[in-house]
Every structure is written in structure tokens, then in C-alpha cells.
């Protein structure tokens, strides 16, 4: 059973704080990742995606990727209310003949971001 | 270019009544996913589509549920005697093969079973 974990939170960070979003996965031949936020009954929508270890920043974004301790996490910089949501983490655990398709995701971080 | 679109948003049927979603895909997008969300979950994979072809369905998708893609285009997802258990948001997704295979959400169907 391949496994995608997140802490379910609560995190709560100040106004421009950095928020921390972490996620563990269970197969160490996985391919890409991704972090969506979903927002109170609204359908996810996606922040970022990293295929490769190491950093990758979208402007207040970076996602972190360290595939030998099977860890992704999502850091936001200068943190707004407008950023209180629910981060989901997706992982392509990769398909057979090596095709990608579905992903595996984790419950859920919900992050409130306090004025 | 317009995003994934998803018709009904919201529906609500009594238990034992069929129901069916439609879903249009991001319109140069060859792939096309249903994935079912529950309160504090996050999605779970129904099933995929490349093209017209669908070649993956999961445990999840009992007899009751069947799912098409007619000519590669939109795609129905119909629920046939509904239980109380499949009240859900039922989620649509597009990708474009060779890009990323980055999954852009539609907005859901929030289906209530009475």
C-alpha cells in the first residue's frame, strides 16, 4: 500500500511568519510531487510541483524534495490570511511500464495564518 | 484557456436514484481523472482516461459507478442505486501527457445522498 502522510494540523503561524508544510511517502521510487491548496469547500488547486531533490521556489514558495529520506515540504514565506487553507501533498508513485498517472494524496495540513 | 469544468456543482438525490456528473477537460488535455473526496480526506483515485481509452479503475469504483469518455472529449461519471456512502465531492482532473502530467482540478460535484 503506497502511502502519502501528513500532519493534519492545525499549524498556526502569525502574519509574516514562515510556515513549514511537511510530508512523508512510502515508496522510495516515486516520481514527482506536488502541494495543492484547497480552501474551504473548493476544489484543490496547485501551488507547486518538483520532480528532482533539492529546493525549487515559486516566488513566497519553495518546495523541498529529499527522495533518500522520502520527505517532501512546502515553506511560504511572509504568511498572509489569505494563505489559511488546507495544503495537500500528491505524490505520482508512478504506474506500470512506468507510466504516471494517478495521484496518491495525503489528508491534509490545515494552516491558519493569524493577522 | 479555460480550466476544467464540472456540471452539476451541486446535487442532491435520494438514495436508490442515479445520478450523473459531467466533466470537460482542459481542451488540448489527453488525460482525464475522477478522483472522490470525503469530509477531512483528501482525494482518492477513481479512475483515468487517456484519450477515449479507460485504462485504470480503482477498488473504489464499485458495478454502481461507470465512467466514459466518448471520443476523448468530456467525460460522464454515473452512479446507479445511491447509497449514503457515496456522498462525496467527486473531483475531475485534466493533464497533458509529456508535460509534467500536472493535474488541474475542475471545481466538483458535491453529491448528497438523502
Known amino acids: 500500500q503506497k502511502e502519502v502522510e501528513q500532519n493534519s494540523g492545525p499549524l498556526s503561524v502569525p502574519e509574516g511568519a514562515i510556515a513549514s508544510l511537511n510530508c512523508t511517502y512510502s515508496?522510495?521510487?516515486?516520481?514527482?510531487f506536488f502541494w495543492y491548496r484547497q480552501y474551504s469547500g473548493k476544489s484543490p488547486e496547485l501551488i507547486m510541483f518538483?520532480?528532482?531533490?533539492g529546493d525549487k521556489e515559486d516566488g513566497r514558495f519553495t518546495a523541498q524534495l529529499n527522495k533518500a529520506s522520502q520527505y517532501v515540504s512546502l515553506l511560504i514565506r511572509d504568511s498572509q490570511p489569505s494563505d489559511s487553507a488546507t495544503y495537500l501533498c500528491?505524490?505520482?508513485?508512478?504506474?506500470?511500464?512506468?507510466?504516471?498517472?494517478?495521484?496518491?494524496f495525503g489528508k491534509g495540513t490545515l494552516l491558519t495564518v493569524n493577522p | 484557456d479555460t480550466g476544467v469544468s464540472q456540471n452539476p456543482r451541486h446535487k442532491i438525490t435520494k438514495r436508490g436514484q442515479n445520478v450523473t456528473f459531467r466533466c470537460d477537460p482542459i481542451?488540448?488535455?489527453?488525460?482525464l481523472y475522477w478522483y472522490r473526496q470525503t469530509l477531512g480526506q483528501g482525494p482518492e483515485f477513481l479512475t483515468y482516461?487517456?484519450?477515449?481509452?479507460?485504462?485504470?479503475k480503482s477498488r473504489l469504483l464499485s458495478d454502481r459507478f461507470s465512467a466514459e469518455r466518448p471520443k476523448g472529449s468530456f467525460s460522464t461519471l454515473e452512479i446507479q442505486r445511491t447509497e449514503q456512502g457515496d456522498s462525496a465531492m467527486y473531483l475531475c482532473?485534466?493533464?497533458?501527457?509529456?508535460?509534467?502530467?500536472?493535474?488541474?482540478f475542475g471545481p466538483g460535484t458535491r453529491l448528497t445522498v438523502l
Open positions: 482532473a485534466s493533464s497533458l501527457r509529456g508535460a509534467g502530467d500536472t493535474q488541474y
Open positions: 515508496d522510495r521510487g516515486s516520481q514527482s
Open positions: 518538483i520532480y528532482s531533490n
Open positions: 500528491a505524490v505520482n508513485f508512478g504506474g506500470s511500464g512506468g507510466s504516471n498517472y494517478k495521484l496518491t
Open positions: 481542451s488540448e488535455h489527453n488525460r
Open positions: 482516461f487517456q484519450n477515449e481509452a479507460q485504462l485504470e
